[in-house]
Antibody, heavy 121, light 107 residues
C-alpha cells in the first residue's frame, strides 16, 4: 500500500526553525519526484517546493525561497523540509505528495495526511 | 506565474444531478492539468490527470475535458460522497499553481 506520513509539525515562534519529515512506503521512493504543498487555515492549496528523484533538481515557491530547503534521503525513503525564519503566514497544514515520474512535472498522485505548523508569538 | 481561476466558487446540486465545474489558465498549459477532491480535514485526492485521465479507483461518473486554457470537470450523477471542494492545478510550468477551488454543496 502506497503511503506517505508527515511528521515534525508544531507551534513555533516567528523567526525560529522547524524541520518536517515525510516517510514513504509501498513504492520505489528513489524513482519518484516529491513535493511539499501547504494549506493555510480555511484557504486553498499552495505549492511550496519540489525535488527530483535523485535530489539534484529543486524548485521553490517565491514565498519560501531562501528560507525553506527541500531534501531527500533515498536510503531511508524520507523527504524533508527545513523551514527557517518562519513567519506568521507560514502557518498551514503541510502535505507531502509524490508524482508518477522522476522530476515532479506531473499530477500529485498520492498525498500524505498532513502535519500542522503554527507560527505564533 | 500561471494563474488558475475556477468557477463557480460554490455549486449547489441535488443528488443525482449533473455538476459541471470550470477551470481557466491565464496562459496555455496544453493538457497539463489535474483535478483534486478535498473533504474537510482530509488531504486532497487526485481525480484526473492530463486533463482527462481518471486516476486509479476514481469512478466513471467523474470526467475531465479541455486543453489550452479552458478545462471542465463533470460529475455525471452526483452522489452524497461527492460533496467536497474541487481544485484544479497546472503542472505545465514552475511554480505549480492551483485554482481557488469550487465547493460543491447540497442544494
Amino acid at each position: 500500500q502506497v503511503q506517505l506520513m508527515e511528521s515534525g509539525g508544531g507551534v513555533v515562534r516567528p523567526g525560529r526553525s522547524l524541520r518536517l519529515s515525510c516517510a514513504a512506503s509501498g513504492f520505489t521512493f528513489s524513482t519518484s519526484g516529491m513535493h511539499w504543498v501547504r494549506q493555510a487555515p480555511g484557504k486553498g492549496l499552495e505549492w511550496v517546493a519540489v525535488i527530483s528523484y535523485d535530489g539534484r533538481n529543486k524548485y521553490y515557491a517565491d514565498s519560501v525561497k531562501g528560507r525553506f530547503t527541500i531534501s531527500r534521503d533515498n536510503s531511508r525513503d524520507t523527504l524533508s523540509l527545513q523551514m527557517n525564519s518562519l513567519r506568521f503566514e507560514d502557518t498551514a497544514v503541510y502535505f507531502c505528495a509524490k508524482v508518477n515520474g522522476y522530476y515532479g512535472f506531473d499530477a500529485l498522485e498520492i498525498w500524505g495526511q498532513g502535519t500542522v505548523v503554527t507560527v505564533s508569538s | 506565474e500561471i494563474v488558475m481561476t475556477q468557477s463557480p466558487a460554490t455549486l449547489s446540486v441535488s443528488p443525482g444531478e449533473r455538476a459541471t465545474l470550470s477551470c481557466r489558465a491565464s496562459q496555455t498549459i496544453s493538457g497539463n492539468l489535474a483535478w483534486y477532491q478535498q473533504k474537510p480535514g482530509r488531504a486532497p485526492r487526485l481525480l484526473i490527470s492530463d486533463a482527462s485521465t481518471r486516476a486509479t479507483g476514481i469512478p466513471a461518473r467523474f470526467s475531465g475535458s479541455g486543453s489550452g486554457t479552458e478545462f471542465t470537470l463533470t460529475i455525471s450523477s452526483l452522489q452524497s460522497e461527492d460533496f467536497a471542494v474541487y481544485f484544479c492545478q497546472q503542472y505545465h510550468n514552475w511554480p505549480l499553481t492551483f485554482g481557488p477551488g469550487t465547493k460543491v454543496d447540497l442544494k
